[in-house]
């Protein structure tokens, strides 16, 4: 028998209303319920037994996008998206709001072992034209789908070798950002670097943590802890910050050595060079590198991009709120 989760450190939220300015639901909506420490108090209440569980205090929990934006300013210190992640978990059974079977599949289909096969989907989907339709499957689709087929070992093409990386490659970027991939290999190579894609990985596990299945996500990540396991890899890079902040956070030997692309390829740049772009660039910023341990490491995006002469960089407000992209069952 499972045994229950802890919801101890609910006690640990002072209700001292810091969270607030920070909170995009809250923003929103005014509504108490909808602020980390309206939602770590209906927690608490539940694992009280003085709330019962319900679509009304689910659909509260739900609401949370998970950005963290509390966490990092948070003087208790509260670890707020585990207790958030830990109730979706143990509700899960009774939720009304966990992804309906069609959209399990959907999250099977880019989290298991047949993406490859989802990818050449997407790719006949696109050269037969109906990526033209006014379909909102569409807004999340690049323009290009591009083939998620991957050398494990890729060698340094600098004159000089400098380490052995590995690369976190994902479920959704492998099939939706492949060329990011590819372009990342190629910049570590030209750093310096030997850089592996161990076959063996799995998805981070963050679609199923946010929607609550632990079991699922537990298993994804120690299959990933034994897929980087090497002494030989100085780093496991990753070019998705969603995907890092959540390897990052595994209880496991992998968590420390994973770093985003951006910083770990910064302290080298300056034996590159670059032709000249004359573009402008806005930079963003997301709330997984901002206000995650992940993103703690975070080099200047905008020293790197500065390299490139006629590249114009912009910077969004760096006090923006979450995108909204981090819903629980996307």
């Known amino acids: 028998m499972t045994p229950p989760i802890d919801f ?13 300015p920070h909170c995009p639901t809250y923003a929103i909506s005014k509504n108490e319920n909808e602020t980390p420490r309206g939602r770590l108090a209906l927690i608490q209440a539940y694992a009280e037994q003085s709330l019962s569980l319900s679509a009304t205090l689910t659909q509260h929990i739900d609401s949370c996008l998970t950005c963290r934006a509390c966490e990092s300013m948070c003087p208790a210190k509260v670890p707020y998206s585990q207790l958030i992640n830990d109730f979706r978990a143990e509700t899960r059974p009774t939720n ?4 309906n079977w069609l959209q399990q599949k959907a999250i099977n289909g880019l989290t298991g072992q047949h993406r490859a096969g989802l990818n050449r989907l997407l790719k ?3 050269q037969i034209g109906l990526g033209k339709l006014p379909t909102s499957i569409n807004d999340y689709l690049p323009s290009r789908i591009v083939a998620n087929k991957f050398n494990t070992e890729n060698p340094s093409l600098a004159e000089k070798r400098v380490g052995h990386v590995a690369l976190f490659t994902g479920c959704a970027s492998e099939i939706l950002d492949a060329s990011t991939l590819k372009d990342a290999i190629f910049m570590l190579q030209h750093c310096g670097f030997d850089v592996t894609v161990p076959s ?11 929607a609550g299945n632990k079991a699922s996500a537990n298993q994804f990540a120690n299959q990933n802890d034994a897929a980087f396991a090497s002494d030989d890899y100085e780093a496991v890079i990753t070019v998705a910050s969603g995907c890092g902040s959540t390897l990052a ?7 420390p050595k994973v770093i985003d692309v951006s910083d770990f ?3 080298h740049l300056s034996k590159l060079s670059f032709a000249p772009l004359d573009a402008s660039a806005w930079l963003h910023t997301p709330c997984t590198l901002k206000n995650t341990p992940y993103g703690s490491k975070r080099a200047d995006i905008s020293d790197g991009l500065s390299a490139i002469d006629g590249l114009e960089i912009h910077a969004f407000d760096s006090n923006q709120h979450c995108c909204g992209r981090l819903a629980p069952t996307c």
């Open 8 to 20: 101890s450190d609910t006690d640990l939220c002072v209700k001292c209303g810091l969270c607030l």
């Open 96 to 99: 009304s709001n966990k992804p």
């Open 124 to 126: 006949l989907y696109k």
């Open 200 to 210: 063996a990985q799995a998805c981070c596990g963050a679609i199923d943590l946010h």
């Open 249 to 255: 956070d595994y209880d496991n030997a992998l968590a």
């Open 265 to 267: 390829i910064a302290p």
